[in-house]
């Protein structure tokens, strides 16, 4: 098996080395993550700079890029053949709930499901980042490898996989949460007296609703939510419908359409 592994936390990063550290017992690894953090870059890709690959020790390599664009490279000129399965991670820091849209590690394993390459992300989830959290992350992580190689996803189908610190209770399958956003921006004046912003830093609130990634990791279960990339919300169609949106003109629209 070819592994693909890639991050958002940079390529130095505890979480990555650890993760493909394990997975090297599964098949043959190669690393392609960003030069330096890119947490929170999403899905970005870049089109309008040049991108530099340096392979800084065998097989891995750095490229000054976002985490897309690392397995976009990967995938379509980096590695000798295709990868089998794509692994983000080990994020540190949870990606749960709505986070999932700012997230470049999930982002990362969303572009190889788009390039048709199976994946999962991997994040841990806690206070302090202990070095056997990630072992043990990893060592999930791997064990999931295993059973994502025997098996084929739904179309479009990846995992959003997290792993409290510490001693778990077991596994759940769980749907995305829902995050509680509030005084989420401080405004801070600098020392010439212009104000800035700063966004986040508090704890976030989210809703603790049973079957959910949230509630599970902080009952002490590892949470493997499966995603996909259709956005559409088919459940919206039918309130929807009765706002007449398709009745909608506008002065460009040819006579007679309708
Ligand atoms: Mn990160």
Redesign the pocket.
Known sequence: MRILVT????IL?T?ITTLARRLSSLGQVTVVAPDR????VGHALTLHSPLRADEIRPGFIAVDGTPTDCVHLGIHGLLDTRPDLVVSGI???G?LGDDITY???VSAALEATLMGVPAFAV?LVGESFREEDFAGAADFAARLAAVVAKNKFPPDTFFNVNVPAGVQRGVRMTKQGKRIYEDIVTEKKDPRGRKYYWIGGGELGFHDTEGTDFHAVHAGYISITPLHLDLTNYRSFQTLSGWGLENIQTEKFEEGTE
């Open positions: 991050n958002d936390d940079g990063s979480g953090e890119r947490s929170a994020n540190k820091g990606n997230s470049g590690t994040s």
